[in-house]
């Protein structure tokens, strides 16, 4: 197969494994997004994620990563879901939580797809990436033209919105490498006006993570700052302000994805559910999901806290 056809076919095999699209890039070391991390980085704006400071130069350049690696491909998943929770008081859980854990619904589908382009051309060296190694996906899926890096930092896709997960093939073979599309967020400012915790810029495309509601009710295991009281919105996983109040999620279409249907009665949870919500309810209603990442207790904790808000 010509470098060509061989991309077609991993884009047409990625496609029937339900990716919502596919893009591909040159392995090579990102200097550009080296020195906007290192400054991101030197502001403390990762707060208390200290992963994020290790291995910085695997993260710059995927050929650290796979021994002879010279292409990046980037896919992206769609989770917008039909339905929401129904209770307007009830505290809120990003989108992305509803259903199964993101991590091990798409390593699969990477697994399956690597090995279809296995047995088509023979052995390569690759690896598959969800959120799994320091790989900047955002400035991968950028540089293949899967969409631009918005205000918000998320990536948004024209035709798709942002309301989708990202990940990677990295493997030690050629292909036809496409461009960078342009930035369409324009003079809007949207999402930098609707952040209550002033987490986004004032000029946008900056994040200070350590303010993020995501970062607040999911990564941070101390206790949740007071400056934050009043601010966080009722989300007690994660956040989708910035991606609500974007314009271009209106084109985000449903999902198809039945690992990422929520649990039976999950959206249907009163706010007097979640105050009663014991350990034994926890399990069983997140089971196989992203919302085990802050356990029971940091659960607790973030509702307890959107209580004492109000």
């Known amino acids: 197969?010509?470098?060509?056809?061989?991309?077609?076919?991993?884009?047409?095999?990625?496609?029937?494994?339900g990716f919502l699209q596919v893009s591909f890039a040159k392995a090579e070391e990102m200097t550009e997004e080296a020195r906007?991390?290192?400054s991101w980085l030197n502001k403390n704006y990762q707060g208390k994620m200290a992963y994020?400071?290790?291995?910085?130069?695997?993260?710059?350049?995927?050929?650290?990563?796979?021994?002879?690696?010279?292409?990046?491909?980037?896919?992206?998943?769609?989770?917008?879901?039909?339905?929401?929770?129904?209770?307007?008081?009830?505290?809120?859980?990003?989108?992305?939580?509803y259903g199964e854990d993101y991590h091990f619904v798409l390593r699969e589908k990477l697994n399956l797809l690597l090995q279809s382009i296995r047995e088509k051309?023979?052995?390569?060296?690759?690896?598959?990436?969800?959120?799994s190694a320091p790989v900047l996906e955002r400035d991968w899926a950028k540089r293949s033209g899967l969409g631009w890096i918005g205000k918000n930092t998320m990536l948004i896709s024209p035709q798709k919105g942002s309301y989708f997960f990202l990940a990677e093939l990295i493997l030690d073979i050629e292909l036809d490498y496409e461009q960078p599309i342009a930035d369409f967020c324009g003079t809007c400012r949207r999402c930098i006006d609707a952040c209550p915790t002033s987490a986004i810029s004032e000029k946008g495309y900056l994040m200070d993570a350590s303010k993020c509601i995501s970062y607040l009710t999911i990564e941070?295991?101390?206790?949740?700052?007071?400056e934050f009281k009043g601010k966080m919105d009722n989300w007690a996983f994660g956040c989708d302000i910035c991606q609500d109040?974007?314009?271009?999620?209106?084109f985000s279409k449903p999902h198809s994805e039945t690992a990422f249907l929520p649990k039976e009665n999950l959206l249907d949870m009163s706010q007097k559910d979640w105050l009663e919500i014991t350990e034994d309810v926890f399990k069983k209603v997140f089971k196989n999901s992203a919302v085990k990442r802050t356990k029971f207790s940091g659960l607790i904790r973030n509702i307890k806290f959107l209580e004492e808000e109000k």
């Open 52 to 97: 994020l400071e290790n291995h910085f130069d695997k993260r710059i350049d995927p050929r650290k990563l796979v021994d002879g690696a010279k292409s990046v491909i980037s896919l992206s998943y769609n989770y917008f879901p039909e339905k929401t929770q129904s209770d307007i008081s009830a505290p809120k859980l990003a989108k992305y939580a």
């Open 245 to 250: 109040v974007c314009p271009w999620n209106r």
């Open 121 to 131: 051309i023979g052995d390569l060296n690759g690896r598959c990436f969800v959120d």
């Open 1 to 17: 197969m010509d470098k060509n056809q061989l991309t077609n076919f991993i884009r047409d095999q990625a496609k029937s494994l």
């Open 36 to 38: 906007n991390l290192e």
């Open 220 to 226: 941070l295991k101390d206790e949740i700052p007071m």
